[in-house]
C-alpha cells in the first residue's frame, strides 16, 4: 500500500479521530475542522503530543488527495513554521523584521 505521514506544529493545534470515519483537527481556528475519511483507506493519529497524522490505504491517489487535504486544512507559514506538513518536507523559513534596521 502506500502512505502519508503529517506533522502538525503549534501550541495547541492536535488531530483526533472520531469514530472511523472522520479526522477531526484542532488548528488554531475558532472551530474545529472535520474531515472525511473516504473507504479503503486508513487514517491513524500518534506521537506524543497527537501531532502526527498517517494516511496509508491501497489507492495512491486517494491517498495522496486526503493527505493533500488534511494539509491544505492549515499550510505551514514561513515565519514561524505553524501548521500541517508532511514529514519529509522542508519549510523554508523567512526573517521576519529586523528591528531598528534603518
Do not use: C, W
Amino acid at each position: 500500500g502506500y502512505s502519508h505521514t503529517l506533522e502538525i506544529h503549534g501550541v495547541g493545534f492536535k488531530a483526533a479521530m472520531k469514530g472511523k470515519d472522520t479526522l477531526n483537527l484542532a488548528v488554531g481556528y475558532s472551530h474545529d475542522v472535520n474531515i472525511s475519511v473516504p473507504k479503503g483507506i486508513e487514517v491513524k493519529v500518534g506521537g506524543p503530543k497527537q501531532d502526527q497524522v498517517t494516511v496509508s490505504g491501497i489507492d495512491k491517489q486517494a491517498v495522496g488527495e486526503l493527505a493533500a487535504k488534511i494539509r491544505a486544512s492549515r499550510k505551514p507559514e514561513p515565519y514561524q513554521g505553524k501548521g500541517i506538513k508532511y514529514s519529509d518536507e522542508h519549510i523554508i523559513r523567512k526573517q521576519g523584521k529586523a528591528a531598528g534596521a534603518k
